[in-house]
């Protein structure tokens, strides 16, 4: 291993605003505590979340400048607190934090619950694109709404970075999946995925694509993306059957009766992260990477999400 230096660059904020605000900062190295796993990032994901934690700070109200956003990455073990037992220096790790953020840098310190070994067969920019979105996923699939083989599902906002590895890990239990993208470019890429069908949500008749995927309604149903394409979705589910949104697709879903409706977070620890891996072999996951930026053009990252129509994951690319 390489000596750890005593700075890193990041990209930072020192006031909450836009992409403007993220500029390159060089700062210390975090301390590594005692239940800590220091990783010397290779890529980090972006996500919404990361904006909207460049505007509004944590969901704890701890944030304190220069902050550096970031929930996930993947690197190397760098160094290790002292009761961690579970990894080497030099391990190929991902890791997700949402509570305090830090991945938008050259080395983030994470409590060694939240952090996977990187299954063998992925490389470091795959990796760091998945945990965020990996977990929410497969735990919307097979947590929440614990899809069966022979089911059918629509994955509503299916092309984005959590529709595009729900797709994949939906068909690998067996279902059939009615994927919702916009576009050719975003019905051809849904399909590549594995969609046994798929329908333009902008621009497409949802209601009739869902009846004649399911005539007797969908047993499950997951949402990515909110507004009135959603309301046609939730129609399209049969009596009974099962509603899950991550928290942060907004505005809220309104609850429907006689429907199982679910909101959920996506959970890291040592558990989800073994299940992840094994969920990533055994379905062949293929990560698509629409775009990787630069630490120094983390603010262009932002922009780019904002603009919104991802395929698949925007990242940074550190090392
Ligand atoms: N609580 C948690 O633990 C957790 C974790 C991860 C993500 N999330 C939330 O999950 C959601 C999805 O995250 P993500 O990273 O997958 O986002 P993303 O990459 O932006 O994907 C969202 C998808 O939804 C589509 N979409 C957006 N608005 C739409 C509309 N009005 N009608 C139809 N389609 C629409 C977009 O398609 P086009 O733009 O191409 O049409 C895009 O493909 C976000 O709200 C995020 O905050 C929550």
């Given at each position: 291993m390489?000596?750890i230096?005593?700075?890193?660059?990041?990209?930072?904020?020192?006031?909450?605003?836009?992409?403007?605000?993220?500029?390159?900062?060089?700062?210390?190295?975090?301390?590594v505590e005692?239940?800590?796993?220091?990783?010397?990032?290779?890529?980090?994901?972006?996500?919404?979340?990361?904006?909207w934690?460049?505007?509004?700070?944590l969901?704890?109200?701890?944030?304190?400048f220069?902050?550096?956003?970031?929930?996930?990455?993947?690197?190397?073990?760098a160094a290790?607190?002292?009761?961690?037992?579970?990894?080497?220096?030099?391990?190929?790790v991902y890791a997700?934090?949402?509570?305090t953020?830090?991945?938008y840098?050259?080395?983030?310190?994470?409590?060694?619950?939240?952090?996977?070994?990187?299954?063998?067969?992925?490389?470091?920019?795959?990796?760091?694109?998945?945990?965020?979105?990996?977990l929410t996923?497969?735990?919307?699939?097979?947590?929440?709404?614990?899809?069966?083989?022979?089911?059918?599902?629509?994955?509503h906002?299916?092309?984005?970075?959590?529709?595009h590895?729900?797709?994949?890990?939906a068909?690998?239990?067996?279902?059939r999946?009615?994927?919702?993208?916009?576009?050719?470019?975003?019905?051809?890429?849904?399909?590549?995925?594995?969609?046994?069908?798929?329908?333009d949500?902008?621009?497409?008749?949802?209601?009739?694509?869902?009846?004649?995927?399911?005539?007797?309604?969908?047993?499950?149903?997951?949402?990515?993306?909110s507004?009135?394409?959603?309301?046609?979705?939730?129609?399209?589910?049969r009596p009974?059957?099962?509603?899950?949104?991550?928290n942060?697709v907004?505005?809220?879903?309104?609850?429907?009766p006689?429907?199982?409706?679910?909101?959920?977070d996506?959970?890291?620890?040592?558990?989800?992260?073994?299940?992840?891996?094994?969920?990533i072999?055994?379905?062949?996951l293929?990560?698509?990477?629409?775009?990787?930026?630069?630490?120094?053009?983390?603010?262009?990252?932002?922009?780019?999400?904002?603009?919104?129509?991802?395929?698949?994951?925007?990242?940074?690319?550190?090392?």
């Amino acid at each position: 291993m390489s000596k750890i230096p005593t700075t890193m660059l990041a990209a930072a904020i020192d006031r909450f605003g836009g992409p403007e605000v993220l500029t390159l900062h060089t700062l210390p190295v975090p301390v590594v505590e005692a239940g800590e796993v220091l990783i010397a990032l290779h890529t980090s994901g972006v996500g919404s979340w990361d904006a909207w934690m460049s505007e509004h700070g944590l969901d704890s109200g701890a944030t304190r400048f220069p902050f550096v956003p970031g929930t996930d990455g993947a690197g190397v073990v760098a160094a290790l607190g002292g009761r961690v037992r579970r990894f080497e220096p030099g391990d190929r790790v991902y890791a997700y934090n949402y509570d305090t953020a830090g991945f938008y840098a050259q080395y983030a310190a994470v409590p060694a619950f939240k952090v996977g070994r990187v299954p063998p067969q992925f490389n470091l920019k795959s990796a760091g694109a998945v945990p965020t979105v990996g977990l929410t996923a497969l735990q919307g699939i097979d947590d929440v709404l614990q899809v069966k083989k022979g089911e059918s599902v629509i994955i509503h906002g299916a092309g984005g970075g959590v529709g595009h590895l729900a797709v994949q890990f939906a068909k690998w239990r067996g279902a059939r999946v009615l994927a919702t993208a916009s576009g050719k470019e975003g019905l051809a890429f849904v399909r590549r995925l594995g969609a046994d069908a798929a329908v333009d949500a902008r621009q497409g008749d949802v209601t009739e694509a869902a009846a004649r995927f399911a005539p007797g309604g969908v047993d499950a149903l997951l949402a990515l993306a909110s507004g009135e394409v959603l309301e046609r979705c939730i129609d399209a589910v049969r009596p009974k059957g099962r509603f899950a949104y991550p928290n942060g697709v907004e505005p809220v879903p309104v609850k429907r009766p006689g429907m199982q409706f679910t909101a959920y977070d996506a959970v890291a620890g040592v558990r989800e992260f073994d299940r992840l891996g094994r969920a990533i072999q055994a379905s062949r996951l293929k990560v698509h990477i629409a775009e990787a930026y630069p630490l120094a053009e983390a603010a262009r990252a932002h922009e780019r999400i904002a603009a919104g129509h991802v395929l698949g994951k925007v990242v940074l690319r550190i090392r």
